[in-house]
């Protein structure tokens, strides 16, 4: 097994755009209502990837400040490049950092946020316990993250399901956990935090619905992004990965097509 877990998606210009669509259409505004900021906060983003939630946080706390960690060289640029086209936010910050060992201003921040993080890491707890090391006493950890469980398809595209659930699987064989949203309570309490609350961010949706091309695009990408992985462990055949994927296409065009799934979302306090 690799010292570091390989990321699934990968971070190629079709991911990035799926990325960006799924942030700015489909998450970021429900994410900021459940955050329910008060526009004076100090937050740190554990992980922010190309900083689409950041840059939301920071418009939402406008006499406050947000900090973005991020450990990919790539990653961090474009979220510099992407700020600086959005005419910067002077209240943003965007550094170099490990999630697992990250260089902070310990114990100072009003909230520490991570979304889609830890199902993509092998030690998930020690995120979080560095996240509640961050906040002050009384701060706020707010973890989001996937299980792939719950995801269904009506009517089911022919073979879709068992590409989904070898999706699933590569994350074992990753060292990873794509189950880790069910998880999010306990790893807090685990982490130190007394857990508050929890509930589904619903990102589902049918047809008929506005952006419902976009919803089924990123139900699509998350398993084509991982093709490589899941063929080179033998979890799927090659020919039965493309028919999944001709069927999920037509099924998507399906005037009675419906996509149930949601974000597990869960906040403590230190």
């Given amino acids: ?107 100072t921040f009003d909230v520490a946020h991570s979304r889609f993080v830890l199902e993509h890491v092998r030690e998930p707890l020690r995120v979080v316990e560095n996240m509640v090391r961050a906040v002050r006493p009384g701060g706020r950890v707010i973890i989001a993250d996937d299980d792939h469980d719950i995801m269904r398809l009506s009517p089911s595209p022919s073979g879709f399901e068992a590409l989904w659930h070898a999706y699933m699987r590569s994350y074992d064989r990753n060292g990873t956990d794509p189950y880790i949203g069910r998880r999010l309570v306990s790893l807090l309490h685990q982490a130190g935090a007394a857990p508050r609350r929890n509930t589904l961010i619903f990102f589902g949706g049918c047809a008929g619905m506005p952006h419902f091309d976009v919803l089924a695009a990123n139900m699509l990408g998350v398993v084509v992004s991982a093709r490589q992985l899941i063929l080179e462990n033998e979890l799927f055949e090659e020919r039965a990965f493309d028919e999944a994927v001709a069927a999920f296409e037509a099924w998507a065009t399906r005037p009675d097509a419906a996509i149930w799934y949601g974000m597990h979302w869960a906040e403590g306090v230190k």
């Fill in 1 to 107: 097994m690799a010292s570091e877990p390989v990321y699934i998606h990968g971070t190629t210009a079709a991911e990035q755009r799926r990325l960006s669509l799924m942030n700015d259409v489909l998450l970021n505004p429900a994410s900021l209502r459940e955050m329910a900021l008060a526009g004076d906060e100090s937050i740190v983003d554990f992980g922010c990837g190309l900083g689409q939630f950041t840059r939301a946080m920071a418009r939402a706390v406008p006499r406050g400040r947000v900090l973005g960690l991020e450990r990919d060289p790539a990653q961090l640029a474009g979220a510099r490049r992407l700020t600086e086209e959005e005419g910067g936010l002077g209240n943003v910050e965007l550094r170099p950092g490990d999630v697992l060992e990250p260089e902070l201003e310990w114990g």
